[in-house]
């Protein structure tokens, strides 16, 4: 067509489209290619040319390899393809939940690092004297929501805490929210007239650091269910960059995120789902336990556990999302 580029959109939809039928393509020939190599190495095994430590090797790269294209044939929906907004929110317990927070906030952020995602903090409230209260960090990247959909729900630490002179074996919560976090390509309907905008400084504790100028931006939307009519005043709070009018974009952004994925809940009849995710941050009520002491990480959905707790909180976190997408994605899918 050579009016391809004349419409943008259109264009940029299609490029999508071509881009996810090539990844499909390189899947296949990646596994394909493991699967010749490991066929040659058995052949040649028998004659004595290959060791055992190097088709135990082959072996391994291919199994990877088609449980990497088995685990993306999961992700089937339509959202599952686009990037993420990923809120934390501490639970009671001041300071040491604060901790945990931070420690959460770094462990997405190193696990996105190793993806190849890009990653931006859209908003950030620090703790009274450590870690953080809450924090929004923006994921961008193919098929982020598919993976992180998995740690939507409350996280449990249990630990000695290094805030404790009696040295007490402490439990804290934290919330992890994740809603996907839409494109250009996705239409969602803002009513300007419901919009209001508030500006505040931004910036560190002090210092040079301190912005002088109002570049934070607050968006206040009064949202009214089309399905319930409930209605509901949603907030955003974004100090992501020095201008004030990049930050407006990008709570738009949020917002429209938001709008987005509260029309998915419906449109997928998954409004337990999204209930669950408000569930209080008490016990009883988490998707997964890091103890400490125990050298034990465990999800309580799948049953899936390890007891390498320092490479989880390095972002290892593929066991615990393979295993979710395994045994919840087929289904979700059906429906």
Not at 186 to 203: H, M
Request: glycine share 6%; hydrophobic share 35%; proline share 2%.
């Amino acid at each position: 067509m050579p009016d391809f580029w004349e419409h943008p959109k259109e264009a940029q939809l299609q490029m999508k489209k071509i881009k996810d039928l090539q990844q499909w393509i390189d899947g296949y020939k990646d596994v394909e290619s493991a699967v010749d190599e490991l066929s040659v190495a058995w052949d040649f095994i028998k004659e004595g040319l290959v060791e055992e430590e190097e088709l135990d090797r082959l072996y391994a790269d291919a199994i990877a390899k088609i449980e990497n294209l088995e685990l993306r044939n999961m992700l089937r929906r339509e959202e599952d393809k686009l990037g993420v907004v990923l809120k934390i929110n501490s639970g009671a317990g001041g300071t040491e939940s604060q901790d945990w927070a931070s420690m959460l906030m770094r462990m997405y952020l190193r696990w996105c690092e190793k993806k190849g995602y890009k990653t931006s903090v859209a908003n950030l409230l620090d703790g009274d004297e450590a870690g953080i209260k809450s924090c929004t960090i923006n994921v961008e990247g193919d098929f982020a929501y598919g993976y992180l959909k998995s740690e939507n729900g409350v996280h449990r630490l249990v630990r000695v805490s290094p805030y404790n002179a009696q040295g007490k074996r402490m439990t804290s919560f934290a919330s992890v929210f994740v809603t996907p976090l839409v494109d250009d390509t996705i239409e969602v309907k803002v009513e300007p007239a419901l919009l209001s905008w508030d500006t505040f400084r931004s910036g560190g504790a002090g210092g040079q650091n301190v912005n002088k100028v109002e570049s934070g931006v607050r968006l206040r939307y009064q949202f009214t269910d089309p399905y319930t009519g409930e209605k509901e005043e949603i907030l955003i709070e974004n100090t992501e960059t020095r201008d004030q009018p990049k930050n407006k974009e990008n709570a738009l952004r949020q917002l429209r995120s938001i709008l987005y994925d509260k029309e998915l809940q419906h449109r997928l009849q998954e409004q337990a789902k999204v209930e669950a995710g408000k569930m209080k941050i008490e016990w009883g009520s988490q998707i997964r336990s890091y103890v400490f002491d125990d050298r034990r990480v465990k999800d309580h959905r799948t049953n899936y556990q390890t007891s390498d707790v320092n490479a989880v909180m390095d972002g290892e976190l593929d066991g615990f999302i393979k295993a979710y997408l395994m045994e919840f994605a087929a289904s979700e899918a059906q429906e």
